[in-house]
DNA sequence: CGTATTTGACCGGCGC
DNA sequence: GCGCCGGTCAAATACG
């Protein structure tokens, strides 16, 4: 537990750094032979700022629009939302779920709807919550203001599509994740014991069915089963709620699932489940992500290759993250392509572990996983070819890395935001065991 | 010996 | 009603 906090911190010490080099404001020459590309890298850094900017207010946009839901049909739960996400003192506090509440014994157990309390432990600054809903107390400053959206009149367009759905009883939500893993199944930080093994109907491969064993009475399962077209594709679905803290690295996968099982509950993003075992409904568009159905200002969320479906009455979304997009080609893929031109002789980098969480030293397959510090050179890392070199570098500008780029990325709030996305997608990564 | 995994049996939902 | 199928249970087995 001490070490899980041990790597919250390490998170938060990531953020102190880019907090300092913020208030580092390091001169550039305006007479430097440089200036043209600190030009060019201003405009794209303010792309850069804009396209976060964006995906913030969309985000922002999908939370209001979760809460509003959340307070028509949960108004007492809601309450204890409210009521646990408070103290804006810019600190970030996550509440995360995964899935719904459609099920009546879902219902029956209150755990599984509210947050967990703040943990004692007064040194932690930043703190990660799992329970029903998923909330960012974002840091009260002028990006925070920009993304006070107006916000449409969700409740008339989402009774259609309410009515629609109330007619098909469904059952509780389902998240799967599709990865390129070698390993018999992805490590998502979590602890799970398999419980069964089955062949499903058109593919070879068997299913294998976990539970997850944290806590005893955590109702989350998944299943893990390869890709009948592609076997070295991975693809876990989860459903569930955890009802106890999970660590960071665990946070962080399901902090990716429980924004997939949010997209579900929104409703103008929840395909219209037909009568037919299986509808799809694909969202795509920029940064990597498709949606239709919906007008703009309605984007629910930002994700992947993300498809809705329904089977056999579960709503299921799943993130195709055999391929990245998101990351590829859009905000991410910006910061990537300028990030080659700074040193790196003090970088952050997502590689090997110094040490490991004793909750996660249970783990047949413990995440590898650290958020600062050097890589141990004996340790296997890994990491997709996509994340080659992912570094930021907090160095002293040299050359032709022009300080105040980088600068200007961290001190952006949205950027964090974007930087804990990646992180997300990290330690997706470690854990399909792509290297690093 | 305790815990995790395997595997066949069983159950319930769904379609015909 | 019957069969199929996904999902779960639980006894047997493996493992550390």
Redesign the pocket.
């Known amino acids: 537990m001490a070490a899980s906090s041990n790597k919250e911190k390490s998170m938060f010490s990531f953020f102190q750094i880019i907090e300092e080099h913020h208030d580092d404001q390091i001169p550039v020459s305006k007479t430097s032979p440089q200036d043209a590309e600190i030009g060019e890298v201003r405009e794209e850094n303010q792309k850069l700022k804009h396209t976060l900017s964006t995906v913030l207010k969309d985000y922002k946009s999908l939370q209001m629009h979760y809460n509003d839901f959340f307070q028509q049909e949960f108004p007492k739960s809601s309450e204890n939302l409210v009521t646990d996400h408070q103290e804006g003192d810019g600190n970030e506090l996550i509440c995360l779920s995964l899935g719904t509440l459609s099920s009546n014994k879902e219902k029956d157990s209150p755990k599984k709807v509210n947050c967990f309390g703040k943990s004692k432990g007064g040194d932690d600054e930043q703190e990660l919550k799992l329970g029903l809903g998923c909330q960012f107390d974002m840091n009260k400053d002028e990006n925070s203001k920009n993304l006070e959206l107006p916000v449409p009149s969700l409740k008339s367009e989402r009774r259609e599509d309410d009515d629609l759905l109330d007619q098909i009883?469904l059952?509780k939500a389902?998240v799967s994740v599709k990865v390129v893993c070698d390993t018999?199944t992805m490590n998502d930080g979590c602890?799970?014991?398999?419980?069964?093994?089955?062949?499903?109907?058109?593919?070879p491969c068997?299913?294998?069915?976990?539970?997850c064993?944290v806590s005893s009475s955590c109702p989350v399962?998944k299943?893990v089963q390869r890709c009948a077209e592609d076997k070295s594709v991975l693809i876990t679905?989860y459903?569930g709620t955890h009802n106890h803290p999970l660590s960071a690295s665990a946070t962080a996968m399901a902090s990716t699932t429980s924004a997939a099982a949010s997209m579900l509950k929104s409703p103008s993003s929840t395909s219209q489940p037909g009568?037919?075992?299986s509808s799809t409904t694909t969202f795509s568009g920029h940064h990597g992500m498709t949606y239709n159905s919906m007008p703009p200002h309605q984007y629910p969320i930002y994700l992947p290759n993300t498809t809705i479906s329904t089977?056999?009455?579960?709503p299921t979304i799943t993130l195709d993250l055999t391929s990245n997009p998101h990351f590829n080609r859009s905000t991410s893929s910006n910061f990537l392509r300028t990030q080659p031109r700074f040193s790196s002789s003090s970088c952050i980098n997502f590689s090997s572990p110094s040490s490991s969480s004793s909750m996660e030293s249970?783990y047949?397959n413990p995440i590898k996983f650290s958020y600062l510090g050097n890589p141990t050179p004996n340790e296997a890392f890994y990491q997709k070819p996509s994340y080659d070199n992912f570094k930021i570098s907090s160095s002293p500008p040299s050359q032709n890395h022009p300080p105040e780029t980088i600068t200007t990325l961290t001190s952006n709030p949205s950027f964090r935001s974007a930087l804990a996305a990646s992180i997300t997608s990290l330690v997706r990564n470690v854990g399909s065991g792509a290297k690093i």
């Open positions: 009883p059952k389902r018999q602890q799970w014991r398999k419980y069964g093994q089955k062949i499903a109907k058109g593919n068997p299913r294998a069915y976990y539970r064993t399962r299943h679905t459903e009568t037919s075992a089977y056999q009455s579960h249970n047949k």
